[in-house]
């Protein structure tokens, strides 16, 4: 069993910028959304996977990932997945002993910006960086597959 242990965040200011070690470029689409579990295909760059995800709210969920053929993934986002697709640049910045992985969103979620945190264990303590905004783990507005369906540009209160 997989088990993700993340944190998520906004961001409060541009800080984070500064101290970027790499960076890639992100497209998403989700085949289903269920109340219980999301399945969903990603690109990054050159590589691209199939993952299932749990879809419990809070910091812990069940992960499983599998890699799978560009061509493959590609056709899938074409052809078979939930439009609007996620468009994303992640930049990886490390802070102390973490790598905090931040999402700058494009398309229709453009504007919007968050920082994650994956820990080894739940109540790992991490240090937050000074451009680190509120905590939002628990809104599930800024999960991936709820900005699928109601993304950012369509939201009242930002």
């Keep these: ?60 969920r069940l992960e499983f990932e599998y890699e ?3 061509a493959d993934a590609e056709q899938i986002l074409t052809m078979l997945c939930n439009k609007p697709l996620i468009e994303k640049t992640r930049y990886f910045v490390p802070n102390e002993n ?17 920082a994650e945190i994956e820990l080894h264990e739940a109540g790992q303590h991490f240090m937050k960086p000074p451009w680190l905004g509120a905590e939002v783990t628990h809104d599930l507005r800024y999960y991936n597959n709820n900005l699928a369906i109601n993304p950012y540009k369509n939201w009242r209160n930002k």
């Design 1 to 60: 069993m997989a088990l993700e242990i993340e944190h998520k965040f906004l961001v409060a200011n541009e800080g984070w910028r500064d101290h970027i070690q790499k960076s890639a470029t992100y497209k998403q689409g989700y085949l289903s959304s269920l109340p219980t579990s999301s399945i969903r295909v990603r690109i990054a760059d050159t590589q691209a996977w199939l993952n299932i995800k749990s879809a419990t709210i809070g910091t812990e």
């Design 68 to 70: 799978i053929p560009l």
């Design 98 to 114: 973490n790598i905090w992985e931040i999402d700058e969103f494009a398309g229709d979620n453009q504007g919007l910006v968050v």
